[in-house]
């Protein structure tokens, strides 16, 4: 039966992973409802990005093979430092650089208080309704090109608030994006390549963490197929996500948000499901 579960959370990462509604989240609503009745733990979250995060790398590859490219021969002063791709790669390591602080220096609460489904539900209905503000109130006129250290820095403390449940990485980096005016697309594009270094960071070190032992209540073995599903399912979402934004607004996942967090209310205050 437990394979069966890390089979449906697999599906659950790889369908939420990339929209702005919390795979985490998700992950931690899900596993209330599966027969163990378990919380399948930030060690599991963690790992099975790994495979979503993976999605990115193949979808993106020749994106990210071309600023990886620029970024090395700049250091060997091949490219000028102000070439597009170049800057690309260093704003995306200075993006980078908030969560993986916040993360180390916080990982005990992500790991234990910030995973209660209070909390989640809450961040779910908070984060919807500014994901709507940004959505009516951004100009989005700026395209990822006029991508500044600035605003760089701010998507990445954005980013670091997905480290409580509920947030939603791509949610929060992309609110911050249409506050700050970029288009919905660009947003969501920068979204996905920040999320490479932090996810694959994480991912890697609650691997090494669990050499030997179980994600939970789940062993490394099932992890690992949660994790080879979550990919599968992940490359299909990200070009729908991206073709959907080209010429929708979030409204859709707004309004989903609001739902799934006033229902946990609901299903708690019930007493169906354990905080």
Do not use: C
């Amino acid at each position: 039966m437990q394979w069966i579960e890390a089979i449906i959370l697999g599906l659950v990462q790889g369908l939420t992973e990339f929209l702005p509604v919390s795979s985490s989240a998700h992950l931690r609503i899900v596993g209330e409802f599966l027969p163990g009745a378990a919380d399948p733990g930030s060690a599991f979250t963690a790992i099975t990005q790994l495979g979503t995060e993976t999605a990115v790398l193949v979808y993106f590859w020749r994106d990210i093979v071309r600023i990886l490219r620029a970024w090395f021969a700049a250091l060997t002063g091949r490219l000028p430092h102000r070439d597009p791709d170049v800057r690309m790669g260093w704003l995306i390591i200075v993006g980078t650089i908030p969560i993986v602080v916040l993360g180390l220096l916080f990982e005990d609460l992500i790991d234990t208080t910030f995973r209660t489904l209070w909390l989640v539900a809450t961040m779910l209905i908070i984060f919807g309704v500014l994901l709507a503000v940004a959505d009516a109130t951004g100009r989005q006129a700026k395209p990822l090109a006029e991508l500044s250290i600035r605003d760089g820095i701010l998507f990445g403390f954005a980013q670091a608030l997905a480290l409580i449940p509920g947030v939603s990485r791509s949610g929060g980096t992309i609110t911050a994006g249409l506050l700050m005016g970029y288009t919905r697309e660009a947003a969501a594009r920068y979204s996905f390549l920040l999320a490479v270094p932090a996810v694959f960071g994480s991912g890697l070190y609650k691997l090494l963490g669990s050499v030997g032992e179980q994600s939970g209540p789940y062993t490394m073995g099932q992890t690992m197929v949660a994790t080879v599903v979550g990919f599968a399912v992940a490359y299909v979402i990200i070009g729908w996500f991206l073709r959907y934004v080209s010429s929708h607004s979030y409204t859709l996942f707004v309004n989903y948000r609001i739902v799934v967090g006033l229902l946990v209310y609901a299903l708690l205050g019930l007493g169906i499901i354990n905080a």
